[in-house]
């Protein structure tokens, strides 16, 4: 799998994600030992949603987040974008809510149409981490809202032995005992070390025009929330 930084990879993440969409969930509950749930009631909490929001759920998978809007926020209108049809078929099932197999770097939404755009576990699988932030500040409204959950990669060392730890001996051992695919969790390892730390995309969002950006390491520490809004 290549990996953040190595060229075109869209079509090959979109493949893996197909192949591992019957195990998904259950591999997220396991390597989080559930904690994902709290994450993902965060992301949402910090987007400050009006009652009725037009929310965008991008990368969104089986749709764990787009269930938690409408959760949070039942007049809600909340769409769920993915490129990986496997994943939005079995999030479908489980929600019941309106999806749209795309490309998060163009988006058949338009311009300036959602009050906030939610991406949980999605930006380090994106080609381009620059066409996608541009692409999120173009379909949202003045003052709308970002929330980012991702597993960055660590700064500092107390935060990069946790990672070490958790990537190198968690991951792959839950990926073979779980999945048919564990080589798509040794992607998800090698991936970090690879992706853009925090910081990085905090100066990103902010030469975009992003303003209020502030991030927050959510327990147990290799989870973090980042907020942003355009002005």
């Known amino acids: 799998m290549p990996l953040p930084g190595e060229g075109e990879r869209g079509a090959a993440v979109r493949r893996m994600f197909d192949r591992v969409a ?3 969930d259950l591999l997220n509950r396991v390597l989080a030992l559930r904690t994902d749930v709290r994450w993902r009631r965060r992301l949402v909490r910090s987007l400050e949603l009006g009652p009725a929001p037009m929310v965008v759920d991008l990368c969104a998978g089986t749709m764990d987040v787009a269930a938690e809007v409408r959760r949070q926020r039942p007049q809600a209108r909340v769409v769920a974008a ?3 049809r496997g994943m939005l078929a079995r999030g479908r099932l489980k929600t019941g809510l309106p999806a749209v197999q795309a490309d998060s ?3 058949p939404v338009r311009t300036a149409s959602c009050d906030a755009v939610t991406v949980a576990f999605g930006v380090r699988n ?5 066409r996608g932030v541009a692409e999120i500040a ?3 409204v003045p003052g709308g809202s970002l929330g980012v959950l991702e597993f960055f990669r660590p700064e500092r060392a107390a935060a990069r032995l946790l990672h070490r730890l958790y ?3 968690v991951v792959p ?3 073979r005992a779980v999945s048919r695919d564990p080589g798509a969790y040794r992607y998800l390892a090698d991936s970090i070390g690879a992706f853009s730390s925090v910081g990085e995309l905090e100066a990103l969002l902010h030469d975009a025009g992003f303003t209020a950006i502030a991030h927050r390491a959510l327990w147990p520490g290799v989870a973090t929330l980042v907020v942003a809004r355009r002005p």
């Open 105 to 107: 770097l163009a988006l």
């Open 167 to 169: 990537d190198r001996a």
């Open 22 to 24: 019957p195990t998904y």
């Open 126 to 130: 994106l080609e381009s981490l620059e």
């Open 82 to 84: 993915d490129f990986a």
């Open 138 to 140: 173009r379909v949202l």
């Open 173 to 175: 051992l839950v990926g």
